[in-house]
């Protein structure tokens, strides 16, 4: 039995070895390694044989037969790829299906918001991630002693500037770039800056390290508070509906002057009150004023004879709003389940 086990795999081999293409790769399967080929053939009589015996030559047909199917695999992934190099391609089988991504819901909103600002009339504006204490904080009106800069909010960052200086941290929101925009294209400016921003918070179902906005910088002559109130209805209706109104109520930020909150009117229950707007029929979107005179002297502006608008939305928000999502960790885990329903 082990002589007839090793003449068949000799005898396998060598014909494998001749193979030329899948017609022949065919017909040596079914002779050796079918249900009814000389190989199945002897591994049935193996019950003819002694219990010592049938142990014994049972471990050596195992070995066989793996050895010929691995070599018989290798021999036809060779020769199917020797056949698609070469062009022969069978037109009649059916197409695989190519798998189609999806995009996050974070991008699809920062589209829609980038859709919108462009029929505006402004223009997209990118800028680092590694940003200098500089531009993040102090152009931005923010002196060393705001409490921004407490490490519990702020990456910093262990490595020097060009000038050899340890300044250099993770930006905590995207107005360094209305400074750098100023810097290189002056006034009048239209510019919308959508970016991802870091801050040093533990995370839960409402607050995450990574994150992203949205800002909007307008300035030119004569801007003034209505422009900013006009700008915000336009894109709340487009947002939200034509039936959205916006309210406006006071509030700190350094880089602008006056600043407020904008709320808009719930879009899930159109102002009647809601669990999401807290039944207050409101939903706080977007923090907004008129740019500060020193952010525009920061940005190599005269506040006496330019003004500016700026606001920002938060796009994680707005995603969870628009897409009813409960958990802003769910953005960045990656899990394609959650991608998928987008």
């Given at each position: ?16 070895a ?120 102090t152009?931005?009106n ?55 921003c ?43 509906g ?57 940005g190599?502006?005269?506040p ?39």
């Open positions: 039995m082990k002589e007839k086990l090793n003449k068949l795999r000799d005898e396998f081999l060598e014909q494998l001749q193979a030329k293409d899948s017609d022949y790769l065919h017909e040596l399967e079914l002779k050796y390694l079918s249900r009814k080929g000389e190989l199945s053939q002897i591994m049935r009589s193996l019950k003819d044989l002694s219990l010592d015996l049938r142990q014994e030559i049972g471990e050596l047909a195992n070995n066989v037969k793996l050895e010929l199917q691995s070599k018989f695999a290798e021999m036809s992934q060779t020769i199917n790829n020797y056949s698609n190099k070469s062009g022969k391609i069978d037109i009649t089988l059916p197409g695989g299906r190519i798998p189609q991504g999806h995009l996050n819901p974070i991008t699809l909103v920062q589209q829609e918001m980038e859709d919108i600002f462009i029929s505006l009339g402004f223009k997209i504006l990118d800028g680092p991630e590694l940003e200098s204490d500089y531009y993040n904080f152009a931005l923010i002196p060393p002693t705001h409490p921004a800069r407490d490490m519990q909010d702020t990456f910093y960052v262990d490595l020097k500037n060009k000038d050899g200086q340890y300044d250099l941290l993770m930006r905590t929101q995207t107005s360094p770039v209305q400074i750098r925009a100023m810097q290189k294209y002056g006034a009048p400016l239209r510019a919308l800056i959508p970016g991802r870091f801050r040093s918070e533990a995370t839960d179902a409402r607050h995450e390290h990574t994150f992203y906005q949205v800002e909007g910088l307008l300035i030119d002559k004569n801007i003034n508070f209505s422009n900013l109130k006009s700008l915000l209805e336009i894109v709340g209706q487009k947002l939200f034509q039936n959205t109104k916006l309210r406006m109520r006071p509030k700190f930020f350094p880089f602008v002057e006056p600043g407020n909150n904008g709320e808009y009117t719930c879009f899930l229950c159109q102002g009647q009150g809601c669990r999401v707007c807290k039944y207050t029929g409101w939903l706080e979107i977007v923090g907004a004023g008129l740019v500060h005179p020193a952010v525009l002297k920061a190599g502006l005269n006496d004879i330019y003004s500016g608008l700026a606001f920002g939305f938060g796009l994680n928000r707005l995603a969870m709003l628009k897409y009813n999502i409960n958990d802003v960790r769910l953005f960045n885990n990656g899990d394609l389940k959650f991608l998928e329903q987008f």
